[in-house]
C-alpha cells in the first residue's frame, strides 16, 4: 500500500497552522525561518521555493536572502552571523550543495546550533545520536513520522539503509536503531564499498533507499511484505514534461510496489514530509521548546 506523504504532509502543515494561530492570537510573534540559497541549481531553487511556500501555509514569516554562486565564504559567514543575531528569526538553513570554493563544513558550524532548524550542525548531530533532544534533520525526522504515521512495526525488524550521506543515511540509521518508537530496528547501513548489497537486501523487513541513483531497488531485491522508503529524488530527462524532467527515486517502483506491504512513491512520499519537518522545528525553535531562550 502507498504511503501518501503528501497528504501526511498537508495534515500537519494544518496542525502547525493551527499552533501559530493561537500563539498569534495569544500576543507571540510569528515564527519566522529564513534561507540562504547560493547560485541557480535548479534542485535547490525548488526546494527553497516549497519552504517559502510551507511557511506561507503553516503561517510563519519567511526570509529568503540570495548570493551569486560567487559569493565568498567570509560574506556568507557574515550574513550567519547577522541571522544568529537577529532576534527576530527564530531559525535559518543554508541551503546545500555550495559552490566548491566554499567550505559547507565552515557555514555549518558557523549556524547558532539554537537556531540550526537543518540539524545539521555537529551540536544536534551528537545530541541526536545519544538520544538527546535536538532539531533533527529533516528527511530522518519526516521518515520516522511517516513510519509513525503510519503504525509501521520497526522493533526487532531488520532495517538496511542505503547510503551513508550525513544529510540522510547516517542519522536515519541512528533513529532507526535507537532505542524509542519508531526505531529498535536493527540497522545495516550499505554503501559504495559493500559488496553483497542485494543479498543484505533481500533480507530485510524495512529498506530505506537514499543513493540517488534512479531504480536501484528492484524487484529481485525485495523480501515479500518488506516496507520501502525511497529518498532518491534524481532529475531524469522526460521530454512529455513541460519543464523537460521528471523526478525519480531509487525504487523501480512498478516492479517493487507489488511485492512490499507499503512503499513511498516519488514524488509525494518522502519529500513533503521533509519541507513540514523543516516546518516541525522551526515551530518548536519559535517556541524554544529545545533549548531554552
Ligand atoms: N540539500 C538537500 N537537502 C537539504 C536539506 O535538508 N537542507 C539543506 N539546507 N540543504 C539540503
Redesign the pocket.
Known amino acids: 500500500m502507498l504511503i501518501d506523504g503528501k497528504n501526511t504532509a498537508a495534515q500537519i502543515k494544518a496542525e502547525i497552522a493551527a499552533e501559530v494561530a493561537t500563539m498569534v492570537a495569544n500576543g507571540q510573534k510569528r515564527p519566522h525561518l529564513a534561507a540562504i540559497l547560493v547560485g541557480h541549481d535548479g534542485g ?1 531553487e525548488t ?1 527553497v521555493a516549497h519552504k517559502v511556500k510551507a511557511c506561507e501555509e503553516c503561517g510563519f514569516t519567511s526570509t529568503l536572502l540570495r548570493y551569486e554562486d560567487d559569493v565568498t565564504e567570509a560574506e556568507l559567514l557574515q550574513a550567519i552571523d547577522r541571522l544568529n543575531a537577529d532576534n527576530d528569526v527564530d531559525g535559518f ?5 555550495l559552490p566548491r570554493h566554499i567550505s559547507e563544513q565552515r557555514i555549518i558550524e558557523a549556524i547558532d546550533y539554537r537556531k540550526d532548524v ?1 540539524g ?1 550542525h555537529p551540536i544536534n548531530v551528537g545530541r541526536m545520536s545519544i538520544g538527546l533532544p535536538c532539531f533533527l ?3 530522518p525526522a519526516g521518515i520516522m513520522t511517516l513510519l509513525e504515521r503510519y503504525d509501521i512495526p520497526t522493533r526487532g525488524a531488520r532495517c538496511v539503509v542505503l547510503g551513508r550521506s550525513n ?1 540522510v543515511g547516517k542519522p536515519v540509521a541512528t533513529l532507526m536503531m535507537q532505542k524509542a518508537t519508531p526505531g529498535n530496528a536493527t540497522v545495516t547501513v550499505c554503501h559504495s564499498a559493500t559488496p553483497d548489497i542485494k543479498d543484505i537486501c533481500r533480507e530485510a523487513d524495512i529498506i530505506i533507499a537514499a543513493l540517488g541513483s534512479p531504480g536501484f531497488v528492484t524487484a529481485d531485491l525485495i523480501k515479500p511484505g518488506a516496507v520501502i522508503i525511497d529518498v532518491g529524488t534524481t532529475r531524469v530527462p522526460d521530454a512529455t514534461r513541460k519543464s523537460g524532467f521528471r523526478l525519480r527515486g531509487d525504487v523501480d517502483f512498478d516492479n517493487v510496489e507489488p511485492l512490499c506491504s507499503w512503499i513511498t512513491p516519488v514524488p509525494g512520499g518522502v519529500g513533503p514530509m ?1 519541507i513540514v519537518s523543516l516546518m516541525k522545528n522551526t515551530l518548536l525553535a519559535a517556541r524554544h521548546d529545545i533549548y531554552p531562550a
Open positions: 535547490s526546494y538553513i543554508v541551503q546545500l550543495p537543518d545539521f534533520s529533516a528527511t544529510i521533509t
